[in-house]
């Protein structure tokens, strides 16, 4: 009976945190060129209102852009994407930092 629960437990924890990160993928695709493209990598929530999320797409002439990072900023409970970027993932954890601040 423990071993159920516990599962339960684990599992309701890992589906909690990949909502966040799923509204932030979705925010993302609905700023690409070619949404079906997106590979997505790192994604670090900075705080409850801001976040980063590695994504790599084809860009208009077809070709990949390369890693970039979207800077994510939450508005009535919605991510909206601020820009994207050619920073690292780390730089994109600090200027939303520093944005936050303000």
């Given at each position: 009976m423990?071993?159920?629960?516990?599962?339960?437990?684990?599992?309701?924890?890992?589906?909690?945190?990949?909502?966040v990160?799923?509204?932030?993928?979705?925010?993302?695709?609905?700023?690409?060129?070619?949404?079906d493209?997106?590979?997505?990598?790192?994604?670090?929530?900075?705080?409850?209102?801001?976040?980063?999320?590695?994504?790599?797409?084809?860009?208009?002439?077809?070709?990949?852009?390369?890693?970039?990072?979207?800077?994510?900023?939450?508005?009535?409970?919605?991510?909206?994407?601020?820009?994207?970027?050619?920073?690292?993932?780390?730089?994109?954890?600090?200027?939303?930092?520093?944005?936050?601040?303000?």
């Amino acid at each position: 009976m423990k071993k159920i629960s516990l599962l339960v437990v684990v599992a309701l924890l890992l589906s909690a945190c990949g909502g966040v990160e799923s509204e932030a993928k979705k925010a993302v695709l609905g700023r690409l060129k070619d949404p079906d493209s997106a590979k997505f990598g790192k994604f670090t929530q900075v705080n409850e209102k801001t976040a980063c999320l590695t994504v790599n797409a084809r860009n208009s002439m077809g070709g990949y852009t390369g890693d970039q990072q979207a800077h994510l900023m939450k508005f009535e409970d919605k991510w909206d994407v601020m820009t994207i970027g050619e920073v690292s993932h780390d730089e994109c954890i600090g200027i939303m930092k520093k944005a936050s601040e303000k």
